[in-house]
T-cell receptor, first 117, second 116 residues
Framework: AQKVTQAQTEISVVEKEDVTLDCVYETRDTTYYLFWYKQPPSGELVFLIRRNSFDEQNEISGRYSWNFQKSTSSFNFTITASQVVDSAVYFCALSEPSTSGTYKYIFGTGTRLKVLA | GAVVSQHPSRVICKSGTSVKIECRSLDFQATTMFWYRQFPKQSLMLMATSNEGSKATYEQGVEKDKFLINHASLTLSTLTVTSAHPEDSSFYIC????????????FGPGTRLTVL
């Protein structure tokens, strides 16, 4: 069955520390997409990154980096030199085709990150 | 591009009343829109898939008669919570799906519903 696991419910770090948020997924499809979203207290989901199942290249965007490993079905997210503004809930999502052909998202349970000044 | 709006952003109503939430894709056409519900400190749960011109498909456990969905055009889907009760208080989020574009959904800012 399709599933996304974010085992870390809540993480607290001190500003400037690096932090890695884990995401493990399960799928039977060979074609799928993975996403990370940030949800600040306002509630609006902020898109961070997308990856398709054929592209295992790691990506770096400023202080953010992502490590996609199909062998372990993981798509982990690292924030280097964390800042207070990084405090939010982070969701990992798997998008794969449903029986109707439409791609549906399966969200993980989210990781609440608190960055302390 | 790919902006989705929701209206209202916040609504407080009395128990027993009906509330309508609008979801619009502002700069693109969306054949499919999704409706999610999020309770405090929980993840997003898919309620239903809305396709333009056809009936919505509801997820297991979601009451069709309570959560009425209408996808009247390629840019507008509405969710009506009928006879709302305090347990319906939640954060409702819509998204619009663009086929072929990375299977990506574009999310609205959400509507916070409080039923007194």
């Amino acid at each position: 069955a399709q599933k996304v696991t974010q085992a870390q419910t809540e993480i607290s770090v001190v500003e400037k520390e690096d932090v890695t948020l884990d995401c493990v997924y399960e799928t039977r499809d060979t074609t799928y997409y993975l996403f990370w979203y940030k949800q600040p207290p306002s509630g609006e989901l902020v898109f961070l990154i997308r990856r398709n199942s054929f592209d295992e290249q790691n990506e770096i965007s400023g202080r953010y980096s992502w490590n996609f490993q199909k062998s372990t079905s993981s798509f982990n997210f690292t924030i280097t030199a964390s800042q207070v503004v990084d405090s939010a809930v982070y969701f990992c999502a798997l998008s794969e085709p449903s029986t109707s052909g439409t791609y549906k998202y399966i969200f993980g349970t989210g990781t609440r990150l608190k960055v302390l000044a | 591009g790919a902006v989705v709006s929701q209206h209202p952003s916040r609504v407080i109503c009395k128990s027993g009343t009906s509330v309508k939430i609008e979801c619009r894709s502002l700069d693109f056409q969306a054949t499919t829109m999704f409706w999610y519900r999020q309770f405090p400190k929980q993840s997003l749960m898919l309620m239903a898939t809305s396709n333009e011109g056809s009936k919505a498909t509801y997820e297991q456990g979601v009451e069709k008669d309570k959560f009425l969905i209408n996808h009247a055009s390629l840019t507008l889907s509405t969710l009506t919570v009928t006879s709302a009760h305090p347990e319906d208080s939640s954060f409702y989020i819509c998204s619009a799906y663009v086929q072929g574009r990375w299977a990506e959904q574009f999310f609205g800012p959400g509507t916070r519903l409080t039923v007194l």
